[in-house]
Nanobody, 117 residues
Protein backbone atom coordinates (compact mmCIF):
# COMPACT_ATOMS: atom_id res chain seq x y z
CA UNK A 1 0.00 0.00 0.00
CA UNK A 2 1.40 3.37 -1.07
CA UNK A 3 1.69 5.93 1.69
CA UNK A 4 3.02 9.49 1.67
CA UNK A 5 3.66 11.37 4.89
CA UNK A 6 4.55 15.06 4.88
CA UNK A 7 6.31 16.92 7.66
CA UNK A 8 8.09 20.18 8.32
CA UNK A 9 5.35 22.75 7.87
CA UNK A 10 4.88 25.60 10.29
CA UNK A 11 4.76 29.33 10.84
CA UNK A 12 7.48 31.56 9.47
CA UNK A 13 7.92 35.29 8.93
CA UNK A 14 8.03 36.76 5.45
CA UNK A 15 11.51 36.47 4.01
CA UNK A 16 12.24 33.34 6.02
CA UNK A 17 12.88 29.77 4.98
CA UNK A 18 11.26 26.42 5.59
CA UNK A 19 11.81 22.89 4.34
CA UNK A 20 9.02 20.38 4.01
CA UNK A 21 9.62 16.67 3.55
CA UNK A 22 7.59 13.76 2.26
CA UNK A 23 8.45 10.18 3.11
CA UNK A 24 7.06 7.52 0.80
CA UNK A 25 6.50 3.82 1.21
CA UNK A 26 4.87 0.99 -0.70
CA UNK A 27 6.28 1.62 -4.16
CA UNK A 28 9.56 1.64 -6.06
CA UNK A 29 10.36 5.20 -5.08
CA UNK A 30 13.30 5.84 -7.38
CA UNK A 31 11.26 5.16 -10.52
CA UNK A 32 8.38 7.47 -9.64
CA UNK A 33 7.83 11.12 -10.51
CA UNK A 34 7.21 13.31 -7.50
CA UNK A 35 5.70 16.70 -6.93
CA UNK A 36 4.57 19.31 -4.48
CA UNK A 37 1.23 21.06 -4.78
CA UNK A 38 -0.44 23.63 -2.57
CA UNK A 39 -3.92 24.81 -1.80
CA UNK A 40 -4.73 28.11 -0.19
CA UNK A 41 -8.11 28.79 1.43
CA UNK A 42 -10.79 29.35 -1.19
CA UNK A 43 -8.45 28.47 -4.05
CA UNK A 44 -7.83 25.44 -6.21
CA UNK A 45 -4.90 23.17 -5.65
CA UNK A 46 -1.96 24.27 -7.78
CA UNK A 47 1.32 22.81 -8.90
CA UNK A 48 4.41 24.08 -7.09
CA UNK A 49 7.22 21.85 -8.35
CA UNK A 50 7.90 18.44 -9.82
CA UNK A 51 10.93 16.19 -10.11
CA UNK A 52 11.25 13.24 -12.45
CA UNK A 53 12.86 9.89 -11.73
CA UNK A 54 15.92 11.21 -13.56
CA UNK A 55 16.07 14.38 -11.48
CA UNK A 56 14.63 16.88 -13.97
CA UNK A 57 12.73 19.63 -12.20
CA UNK A 58 9.90 21.97 -13.06
CA UNK A 59 8.57 24.94 -11.10
CA UNK A 60 5.58 27.21 -11.08
CA UNK A 61 6.53 30.72 -12.16
CA UNK A 62 5.50 32.07 -8.78
CA UNK A 63 8.19 30.07 -6.95
CA UNK A 64 11.04 29.97 -9.47
CA UNK A 65 14.29 31.09 -7.92
CA UNK A 66 12.91 30.74 -4.39
CA UNK A 67 11.92 27.07 -4.03
CA UNK A 68 13.97 23.97 -4.72
CA UNK A 69 12.62 20.44 -5.04
CA UNK A 70 14.96 17.52 -4.45
CA UNK A 71 14.79 13.81 -3.79
CA UNK A 72 16.79 11.29 -1.81
CA UNK A 73 16.07 7.86 -3.25
CA UNK A 74 18.02 6.13 -0.49
CA UNK A 75 15.62 7.63 2.06
CA UNK A 76 12.49 7.44 -0.12
CA UNK A 77 12.00 11.12 0.58
CA UNK A 78 11.27 14.22 -1.46
CA UNK A 79 11.96 17.71 -0.15
CA UNK A 80 10.83 21.23 -0.90
CA UNK A 81 13.20 23.92 0.29
CA UNK A 82 11.39 27.24 0.43
CA UNK A 83 13.35 30.47 0.70
CA UNK A 84 12.31 34.13 0.63
CA UNK A 85 8.83 33.13 1.66
CA UNK A 86 5.94 35.50 1.05
CA UNK A 87 2.51 35.71 2.72
CA UNK A 88 0.99 34.49 -0.55
CA UNK A 89 2.88 31.21 -0.13
CA UNK A 90 0.58 30.41 2.79
CA UNK A 91 -1.22 27.17 1.98
CA UNK A 92 -1.50 23.49 2.74
CA UNK A 93 1.31 21.78 0.88
CA UNK A 94 0.70 18.32 -0.53
CA UNK A 95 3.13 15.72 -1.74
CA UNK A 96 2.23 13.79 -4.89
CA UNK A 97 3.67 10.64 -6.39
CA UNK A 98 2.90 9.27 -9.85
CA UNK A 99 3.58 5.54 -9.95
CA UNK A 100 5.92 4.71 -12.81
CA UNK A 101 4.21 1.72 -14.37
CA UNK A 102 0.59 2.84 -14.46
CA UNK A 103 0.56 6.58 -13.70
CA UNK A 104 -1.59 6.18 -10.60
CA UNK A 105 -1.46 9.27 -8.42
CA UNK A 106 -1.04 9.26 -4.67
CA UNK A 107 -1.31 12.15 -2.22
CA UNK A 108 -0.11 12.85 1.27
CA UNK A 109 -2.31 14.32 3.98
CA UNK A 110 -0.82 17.79 3.60
CA UNK A 111 1.20 20.07 5.85
CA UNK A 112 0.29 23.65 6.69
CA UNK A 113 2.71 26.44 5.82
CA UNK A 114 1.85 29.89 7.13
CA UNK A 115 3.88 32.96 6.26
CA UNK A 116 3.23 36.04 8.38
CA UNK A 117 3.81 39.55 7.08
Amino acid sequence: QVQLVESGGGLVQAGGSLRVSCAASGSTFSLNALGWYRQAPGKQRELVATISSGGSTNYADSVKGRFTISRDNAKNTVYLQMNSLKPEDTAVYYCNMARWFDGSNYWGQGTQVTVSS
